[in-house]
């Protein structure tokens, strides 16, 4: 699956992460626009794609960061086996951020998710530590409370996609926001994969859900 490319679901994208000046976006609240480090002049961004996808999910919104002002060493695109557990990826997520952080300085960093990356993603703030690591998590049409279409895969990382799943009502158990980072979820009423479409939303009272304008998943 590929990420749509539209203007505005990049834009709230990029005003949640703090990358271009806005005074508000649905309330979201604000955190510090600068580096940590004194040598990046943003935080670090990773970005994790969704099942049966690849790195190449990214390859418009990384141009546009780029535009943006963001630097190479700013953002981080990677590839990952999406038939494997969302336990498992967000083992190579810890991984990753602990790498970025090493390397450039950071003491935090932003995560951007597309459909099912937002579950490795979340599992990781949840239950690897994550949690004092990543500033804002942005999911871009994500399979937050699962999706019905799960139910036609039988890879490991689809059962977890189900609907009522032991993986989605651990991960949701309390709270779908957890911990400090900042949480925001863009959905659409035509997204064709997560069924029904508002799974793709945050329960929770601290994170922002914003509806885009008709877009299709992939």
Not at 137 to 156: D, I, K, M, S, W
Request: hydrophobic share 40%.
């Amino acid at each position: 699956m590929r990420l749509p490319s539209s203007t505005s679901l990049l834009l709230g994208a990029l005003v949640t992460l703090g990358a271009c000046s806005a005074d508000s976006i649905n309330g979201l609240r604000e955190r510090p626009r600068f580096s940590t480090t004194g040598i990046l002049a943003h935080e670090p961004v990773l970005f994790v794609h969704g099942w049966n996808a690849n790195s190449t999910t990214w390859t418009t919104m990384v141009g546009r960061f780029k535009a943006d002002g963001y630097t190479d060493a700013e953002l981080v695109n990677w590839s990952y086996n999406s038939a494997q557990s969302n336990k498992t990826t967000a083992q190579l997520i810890a991984q990753k951020i602990d790498s970025i952080m090493r390397v450039t300085g950071a003491t935090r960093v932003d995560i951007i998710t597309h459909s099912m990356g937002a579950l490795s993603a979340r599992y990781y703030i949840r239950n690897l530590g994550g949690d004092g690591k990543v500033d804002g998590l942005v999911t871009l049409g994500g399979a937050n409370h699962g999706t019905n279409t799960a139910f036609f895969c039988g890879q490991a990382s689809c059962i977890e996609m189900r609907p009522g799943s032991t993986f989605l009502a651990a991960l949701n158990s309390t709270t779908d926001a957890f911990g400090s980072p900042r949480y925001a979820a863009w959905w659409s009423g035509c997204d064709e994969v997560i069924s029904p479409q508002k799974s793709a939303m945050f329960t929770a009272l601290s994170a922002t859900n914003t509806q885009t304008v008709c877009l299709k998943h992939s």
